[in-house]
């Protein structure tokens, strides 16, 4: 064990109730919004091929002629109350909105830089009426903060020369007194998701940054931050020298997906992801593979079974809407969320043999599994393996619960659950309501003697 000051504080999960309910909502909505949007990944009528929240490091834009654009945010279709109703149609249980992103512009009016909404045209905060649309709507939020500021002059990407190091003293400063007064100005956020931190500069800013979470921590008692916001001294990040995970949960999960329980070391996770292959900000171009509903739903489903949460992006445009194909599917979404929620509120790893047809979710403290079936066999049998000494007392489709589907026994604590082929492209869930059997009938399956 490597002896460390500035590692992980915490070993296992969080067990307090705010990251209780972090774990149970299955389901979130993050939002990229800022002055990228304006441009939508296309200059001069010349499209950019990156990312189009990245457009300002993209050579062909003088970086001064970006920073203009403050100038024109202007997002006159902006309405908190329809993005936190989007959400709520889709189902989402939180929310994670850019408060500031790489290039530093802020949509809440700090007054640590003038690169905010207080002076461009808008003038008004954008991050309250947001908080507050979300609040109402029973959704929580979490403000992502992009910690590399390529607007503020202190901001570097390496420190290597005493003035490098003068510089980046009061870019640490300006950035606590940001982070301080995000938390004064919009204490009903549960947490922080960090970004924009893996330049050597904050690497190197363990002792730093481990003060300024632990000054946070106290300051917002209950505070979710992950793994993405610090390193330890020996410059280790997302777990710690000792392997140890940083924050509360693991954040390395950005557009991929883990693929089985051992790939997420038993750890609360999120998987942030895109509907494009990677647009995070508006992008005119609405080009490429775009997931479809039944994509991200088996990504949720996915995420469920493997004990994390599912975070899908929206990137409003610049005027403030968000445009009709994200629109459509948070309604496409929701309407599957509407049937199958059970599935994925509250639910974790089920600890059982992922089988062909689907994922297994497991509700948590209760007694129900469910199967979230994507690839219906052919045979109309699906085979479920228990524990030992675990049985099934009744088996139905979610969507029709009076109907008890008939649940064979093949082998020892493995079974067919028959149900005959569903019409239709959607996915569905088949409930599992299971007990403890004490008996231990006698064991009619004998293992062959090879
Ligand atoms: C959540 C996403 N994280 C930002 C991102 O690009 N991260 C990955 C990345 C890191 C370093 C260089 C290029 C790209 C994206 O702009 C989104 O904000």
Known sequence: KIELKHGSHRIGKRTDEVMQKWRGYGLGQFIHWGLYAIPGGEWNGKQYNGAAEWIRSWNGIPKSTYDSLIYKFNPVNFNADEWATTAKQMGAKYVTITTKHHDGFCLWPSKYTSYTVANSPWKKDIMKPLVDAYDKAGIDVILYFSVMDWNHPGWRYDIKTKEDSVAFEGFKQFTRNQLIELLTMYPTAKGLWFDGTWDKSWVKQAE???????????????????????????????????????????????????????????????????????????????????????????????????????????????????????????????????????????????????????????????????????????????????????????????????????????????????????????PFVIVLETKNSSDNSGNVYDKAKT
């Open 208 to 426: 730093f940054a481990d003060q300024l979470e632990t000054e946070m921590r106290k300051l917002r008692p209950g505070l979710i931050i992950g793994s993405r916001f610090r390193a330890d001294e020996k410059g280790k990040r997302h777990f710690d020298a000792n392997n140890v995970l940083m924050g509360d949960y693991e954040q390395g999960w950005e557009r991929k997906l883990p693929n089985k329980i051992e790939d997420v070391h038993g750890n609360d996770w999120d998987c942030v992801m895109t509907v494009p292959e990677n647009q995070w900000g508006y992008n005119k171009a609405w080009k490429g593979h775009i997931k479809t509903a039944n994509e991200l739903i088996e990504m949720t489903a996915k995420s469920v079974s493997l004990g994390g949460n599912f975070v899908l992006n929206f990137g409003p445009q610049g005027d403030g809407a968000i445009r009709k194909e994200e629109k459509q599917l948070a309604t496409q979404i929701g309407n599957w969320m509407k049937i199958n929620k059970e599935a994925i509120y509250n639910c974790q790893y089920a600890g059982l043999e992922k089988q062909d047809w689907g994922y297994f979710t497991k509700k948590t403290g209760g007694n129900k599994l469910y199967m979230v079936v994507f690839n219906a066999p052919v045979s109309g049998a699906y085979r479920v393996k228990l524990p030992a000494k675990m049985g099934i007392t009744k088996a139905y489709a979610l969507a029709t619960p009076t109907q008890s589907l008939s649940t064979e026994e093949i082998h020892t604590n493995e079974y067919f659950i028959h149900l005959k082929k569903q019409g239709g492209d959607q």
